[in-house]
């Protein structure tokens, strides 16, 4: 993957985007009380001749179809640095997803997508444990989604799940190094990925992605069949 990116641009500013991670803002929208997931976030306009484009902020919506726990209601995030959002990385991320997805969706027109860009970080403590997905296992609502890892420390766990749309297990794997990633395809499955524990309750631990969605614009998501 980290190859893949720099076909894309130069990761010249890779540690200071991974940094970036240690000033999220907390999410105050979690539905169970938790203080356990931190984030930023960013909209952008992405078209195949490689514009890019980053729109005015505004909030994270998603339908209850999608987000049962967290759906529904307008969900006002901290955006992304504008050192961040127009920073070598993220620009080879975004690049990279537009190649990949204009390619799986077979699009040879200028047509934009709509780009949500999220910055996670989900904190495991002594007595509470992290969940990257407190909904359980979902769809976004959208086309495509890349899930990017940039750290994780002193974490058990976190272990992503993937499940046809009838609820029928399709297998797991664990993003644990900086580069492992996921490309899904959300029309067709659901993804999950289970709690994260502290391996040293007495030292951070936390495990921070970069999750990107593409949705093509003017396009409503097509509804999930009941599971």
Not at 25 to 37: E, I, K, N, T
Not at 60 to 74: F, V
Not at 199 to 210: E, H
Request: net charge negative; with cysteine.
């Amino acid at each position: 993957m980290q190859r893949l990116l720099e076909q894309q641009g130069m990761l010249s500013d890779w540690p200071a985007f991974a940094a970036s991670w240690n000033d999220l803002a907390a999410d105050q929208y979690l539905a169970d009380g938790g203080r356990y997931r931190r984030r930023r976030y960013a909209v952008y306009s992405l078209t195949t001749d490689g514009t890019i484009r980053r729109e005015a902020h505004e909030p994270h919506y998603q339908s209850r179809s999608y987000n049962a726990l967290h759906g529904g209601i307008d969900r006002w995030f901290e955006p992304i640095t504008e050192p961040v959002g127009a920073g070598a990385s993220l620009q080879a991320v975004l690049r990279l997803c537009l190649a990949q997805f204009d390619a799986a969706a077979g699009r040879t027109d200028a047509g934009p997508w709509h780009v949500e860009v999220h910055q996670f970080r989900i904190e495991a403590r002594a007595d509470t444990p992290g969940k990257p997905t407190p909904e359980g296992a979902h769809r976004d609502g959208v086309d495509y989604v890349l899930v990017l890892m940039i750290r994780r420390d002193n974490i058990a766990s976190g272990t992503t799940t993937i499940h046809a749309a009838d609820g029928c297990f399709l297998g797991s794997f664990t993003l644990t190094k900086p580069f492992d990633a996921m490309l899904i395809d959300d029309a067709r499955v659901y993804h999950g990925v289970t709690p994260v524990e502290a391996l040293d309750t007495t030292l951070p631990a936390y495990r921070d992605v970069l999750v990107v969605t593409f949705r093509r614009a003017g396009q409503g998501a097509t509804i999930p069949e009941a599971r």
